[in-house]
């Protein structure tokens, strides 16, 4: 279904795995889809796996914020206008305690899954309240609602970003600016490839094995799974669903994670 016809949207992370399928999904509802992400050499890779005429690329880090506004701005030169933003560029960071955590990297994962949301909003909204309204889509996860081993910094800023969309949808909701979070569960993309090798070089595939058991419908999500939620939040189809808190986990937050029979 067109459910994005005439409108415009831009997609952060565009060249990872949840970021193209997200872009791909609005592309076929009939969006215009600006890719954003600091990796040329992968968005341009990203960009040909995405079938569109109107989808178009832009280099820029979501931590600068000279960056943001000129990505914004180009979707709105290019294309006339901006209806969907989703805001899901993000690092994981590396795996260390809570202890030995390394000041340097737990400022840059704040300043990405965090900040960079923060400055994607304030491009974004003067954009929106020009057509009247639109969505704003920022990727949390299930470390937004919950807590895991080794990535504090991960976790304090995917909680985070529930408290900016919460403040944001509350702000914007007379002016019919939408603002949801999206809660992605263990999704096979490159973010989790690179947890599987730092676990165990030799035998990345029986971390992921082992991890694939923990949700009750024991598998990864395809990043195509999520960027269907992504849509469904970009779209007038979820007209009355502002300030929520989507998950996508495949039952992992409903499992307390007690042994099973
Ligand atoms: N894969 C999972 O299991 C999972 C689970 C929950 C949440 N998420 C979230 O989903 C989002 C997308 O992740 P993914 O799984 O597709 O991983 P990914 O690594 O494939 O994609 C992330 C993308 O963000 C880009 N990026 C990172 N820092 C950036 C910056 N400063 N400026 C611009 N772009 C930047 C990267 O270049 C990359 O293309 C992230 O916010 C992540 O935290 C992923």
Not at 197 to 203: G, K, V
Request: with cysteine; glycine share 12%.
């Amino acid at each position: 279904m067109d459910t994005m016809t005439d409108k415009v949207s831009i997609v952060t992370g565009a060249a990872g795995g949840i970021g193209t399928a997200t872009a791909q999904a609005l592309a076929e509802a009939g969006s215009a889809v600006l890719m954003v992400d600091f990796d040329e050499e992968a968005l341009a890779a990203a960009r040909d796996k995405v079938t569109g005429d109107k989808v178009d690329v832009f280099t820029a880090d979501v931590t600068d914020r000279e960056q943001v506004e000129a990505y914004t701005r180009y979707a709105v030169d290019t294309w006339g206008g901006l209806d969907a933003v989703i805001l899901n560029a993000g690092t994981f960071g590396s795996s260390y305690s809570l202890m030995d955590y390394p000041e340097e990297l737990f400022d840059r994962v704040i300043a990405i899954n965090m900040k960079g949301v923060w400055y994607g909003l304030r491009a974004a909204v003067p954009h929106l309240r020009e057509r009247g309204g639109g969505s704003l889509v920022i990727t949390s996860s299930t470390q937004g609602l919950s807590g895991y081993y080794g990535s504090t910094p991960y976790t304090a800023s995917k909680h985070a970003v529930v408290g900016i969309m919460r403040n944001a949808a509350v702000e914007l909701a007379t002016e019919g600016i939408r603002v949801n979070t999206v809660h992605p569960g263990l999704t096979d993309t490159t973010m989790m490839g690179g947890l599987h090798t730092d676990a165990n070089p030799e035998d990345p595939q029986a971390v992921m094995d082992a991890f694939a058991q923990a949700p009750p419908m024991a598998r990864y999500a395809q990043p195509r799974e999520i960027a269907e939620l992504m849509l469904f939040l970009a779209s007038p189809a979820s007209s009355y669903c502002t300030g929520g808190t989507f998950v996508a986990d495949g039952g992992l937050l409903a499992y307390h994670g007690g042994p099973r029979p």
